[in-house]
């Protein structure tokens, strides 16, 4: 069963660039049939979908925050990561990695999350 | 706001059935499969149902799932207070763009 382990600064100054990692253990992020995403979830509140990465370097990003994310993967680190530009207050939260599956919408590995705070 | 609407909050006694509903519309439930997830506090969410009604290994069959039309909703019986969490039902919005409700928490009164 793979594992997956976030690291990033948990401190980020507003307009800067949030920046985290996600390495997956025991596991490949060659996997032809998942995708790896990060999902987030401010205190207190729901969760929203970030964006996605396949192993081949293609991307998937919500709408919504599309023009201040991008992902990336390395194959070879099993890593995948993410930058966010112009973070404000709006942007603290719980940020998870994630497996996602690509046949059906089901996220079935979790990273165990790890807090970024926008502040100054 | 959420794309997927599920109630704040719903409560029962130990033992008794719980049904947490999460609606959508033609764009997202009703042309895909819906999961569903159980989130402790302080901790990640998990996978609890997928593909509408499957549960992966390990999950209880106390916990099942459904789906009909723009609707899905998961359904648990015999209520243990280890179910108290937020629960989040989610999908796709066209491909591949996951959506998530809004989170439902479950207390066991």
């Known amino acids: 069963q793979p594992q997956l382990q976030e690291s990033g600064p948990g401190l980020v100054k507003p307009s800067e660039t949030l920046s985290l990692s996600c390495t997956v253990f025991?596991?490949?992020?060659?996997?032809?049939?998942?995708?790896w995403g990060w999902i987030r979830q401010p205190p207190g509140q729901g969760l929203e979908w970030i964006g996605s990465v396949f192993h081949t370097g293609s991307t998937y990003y919500n709408p919504s925050l599309r023009g201040r994310v991008t992902m990336s993967v390395d194959t070879s680190k099993d890593q995948f990561s993410l930058n966010l530009t112009s973070v404000t207050a709006a942007d603290t939260a719980f940020y998870y990695c994630?497996?996602?599956?690509?046949?059906?919408?089901?996220?079935?590995?979790w990273g165990q999350g790890t807090l970024v705070t926008v502040s100054s | 706001q959420s794309v997927l609407t599920q109630p704040p909050s719903v409560s029962a006694a130990p033992g008794q059935k719980v049904t947490i509903s999460c609606s959508g519309t033609s764009s997202n439930i009703g042309n895909n499969y819906v999961s569903w997830y159980q989130q402790f506090p302080g901790t990640a969410p998990k996978l609890l149902i997928y593909e509408n009604n499957k549960r992966p290994s390990g999950i209880p069959d106390r916990f099942s799932g459904s789906k009909s039309g723009t609707s899905a909703t998961l359904a648990i019986t015999g209520l243990q207070t280890g179910d108290e969490a937020d629960y989040y039902c989610g999908t796709w919005d066209g491909s591949l763009s996951s959506i998530f409700g809004g989170g439902t928490k479950l207390t066991v009164l």
């Open positions: 025991a596991g490949s992020v060659s996997l032809s049939t998942y995708y």
């Open positions: 994630a497996r996602l599956r690509s046949w059906e919408p089901g996220i079935d590995y």
